[in-house]
């Protein structure tokens, strides 16, 4: 109901404005009525007048003739606004009656059928478990046992052991690995790399240790 009433209250309003701009328009109308008027009220005067001299005439009609000029030029009324288009208020519809419903229908028992009995089935042979191979304690600790100790080498610790451990030499690096890829045990490694000056407490060594297991268990 609220959106009714300011439905009908911005209309009023908007009404009002109209006849306002009427109202001007109408004053301007009759302005120029009055005008015309006095206009034609001076001419007929001169009209009586006893005739002048020609050149007073023409400069009198030359003057009367720009004032009714002026005076006829269309006066540009003011832009009246389109009228904004009418929204009527939603009003909201009712919910529809709901339909009673359907009486249940009655349940009919169907006679309880026994099911025959299926012939006994054997036994399934049940299969012998699988022994899964158990992971070394060393493979658990150092990672997946490799023929190679290059292939334990990732691309990142090259670069870390050819800085930290072996000076940036690169060629004493791969020297080095090859000789203990020829050995037969981690002490005949450990003791092959014991010639070098290494912090045996640093993380470096320590990986390179790891790295060692992994070759040799």
Same mark, same amino acid.
């Given at each position: ?11 009023? *309003?908007?009404?009002? /404005? ?25 001419? =007929? ?7 002048? =001299? ?17 005076? =006829?030029?269309?006066? *540009? ?7 904004? @288009? ?5 009003? @909201? ?9 359907? *009486? ?7 006679p309880v ?5 299926? @012939? ?22 150092? /990672? ?11 691309? /990142? ?7 930290? &451990? ?5 060629? &004493? ?6 000789? &203990? $890829?020829?050995? $037969?045990?981690f002490d =005949?490694?450990?003791?092959?790399? /014991? ?7 640093? $993380?470096?060594?320590?990986?390179f240790l ?8």
């Open positions: 109901m609220e959106e009714v009433i300011k439905y009908f209250e911005s209309l009023e *309003a908007r009404i009002a /404005g109209y006849e306002t701009r009427i109202a001007a328009l109408e004053e301007a109308q009759q302005t120029n009525e009055a005008l015309i008027a006095q206009l034609e009220a001076d001419i =007929e005067e001169l009209q009586n007048r006893p005739t002048p =001299e020609p050149q007073v005439v023409e400069k009198v009609v030359e003057k009367v003739v720009e004032k009714v000029v002026e005076v =006829e030029k269309p006066v *540009a009324a003011a832009p009246v606004a389109a009228p904004e @288009p009418v929204v009527e208020p939603e009003i @909201p519809e009712e919910p529809a009656a709901e339909e009673p419903a359907a *009486a249940p229908e009655p349940v009919v028992e169907e059928v026994e099911p025959e009995p299926e @012939p006994a089935q054997e036994a399934p042979v049940a299969a012998e478990p699988v022994q899964e191979e158990q992971a070394s304690p060393n493979a658990v600790l150092y /990672g997946k046992a490799v023929d190679d100790i290059r292939k334990a080498i990732s691309l /990142g610790d090259r670069f870390l052991y050819q800085r930290e &451990l072996f000076g940036q030499n690169a060629e &004493l690096m791969q020297r080095t690995l090859t000789e &203990l $890829n020829e050995l $037969n045990s =005949e490694a450990l003791a092959h790399i /014991g010639k070098f000056n290494w912090d045996k407490e640093s $993380n470096t060594y320590q990986q790891v790295t060692l297991h992994r070759r040799f268990g």
